[in-house]
C-alpha cells in the first residue's frame, strides 16, 4: 500500500521526474544527504535544488562549501543557466566558504556566524557541499557520529530543509558511517561505465515517512540541470 504524502509538508525539489518519486519532495526541515563519488552530479543537484526554491517559490537560500570556489561555481552554472550572482545581489542566495575546522568551532560556539545568517536573512533552505571534508577532522567513528548529531541538531534548530553532499565511491562498502542512520532521506547518485560508456543513474535509498521505489533509475545532466527518467532502468555489469 502506498503512503500517501502530505504536500503541505513537502518541499519540492524541482527536479524533473524526482519529486513524484519522492511523495512530492523532501520532507519539511527534513536533513536529507545526497551521496557519489566524483563528477556524479552532487553539486548540480545541491545547487538546482537551492536555485528552484529561489526562482519558484521565492526561498532564501544558503550554500555552504568546503571545497568548491565561488568564482568557479558562478561560471559552471551559468552554463546551465542559473545566474547565482543575480540571485546573490538579491539577497537571496548566500555564498559561504567554510573550512572543516571553522563548522567544528561553530558546533562549540552552538551556531555562530551561520545561525546569524539564517535568523537574519530568514534562510529556508540549505546546502553543505560537501560533509565529507568535515567527518574526516574525526579519527574514530563514535566521534564522527556524536559530531554529526551535534551538526544535525543544529540544523533541525534552525528549522531549514538540509541537503548535504557526500563523496562515496562504494557506498554499500562506507555505509557503517555515522551520517547515514541519522538523517531522513539518503539519495545515491552513479556515474558507472559500461563498454566504455559512462551512465548516470540515482536510487532512492532511503526517505523516512514515504513508500518509494528501490530501482535505479536514468538520470541525464541536460542544458538545464538534471532530470530523472522513472521509468528507464539502469544497470551496471561489472568490469565492463
Known sequence: MEMVAQKTNRVKVYIPGLDPIIGGGFKNNSINLIVGGAGSGKTIFAVQFLYNRIVKNNDAVLYITFEEKKKELYENMLVLGWDLEKLEKK????????????????????????????????????????????????????????????????????????LLTEEITDFERD??????????????????????????????????????????????????????NPNKIVTFKENS
Open 175 to 228: 555505509e557503517k558511517g555515522g551520517l547515514q542512520f541519522e538523517v531522513d532521506s539518503i539519495i545515491l547518485l552513479y556515474h558507472g561505465k559500461e563498454k566504455g560508456i559512462r551512465k548516470r543513474a540515482i536510487e532512492i535509498l532511503k526517505q523516512r515517512g514515504t513508500t518509494h521505489t528501490g530501482k535505479t533509475m536514468q538520470m541525464e545532466v541536460t542544458s538545464k540541470g538534471l532530470v530523472v
Open 91 to 162: 539577497g537571496k542566495f548566500i555564498f559561504l566558504e567554510y573550512s572543516p575546522e571553522q563548522v567544528k568551532k561553530m558546533l562549540v560556539e552552538g551556531g555562530g556566524l551561520i545561525e546569524n545568517i539564517i535568523t537574519k536573512s530568514k534562510i529556508k533552505c540549505l546546502v553543505i557541499d560537501s560533509i565529507t571534508s568535515f567527518t574526516l577532522l574525526y579519527k574514530d567513528e563514535l566521534s564522527k557520529k556524536e559530531a554529526a548529531l551535534s551538526l544535525f541538531e543544529l540544523i533541525r534548530n534552525w528549522n531549514c530543509t538540509a
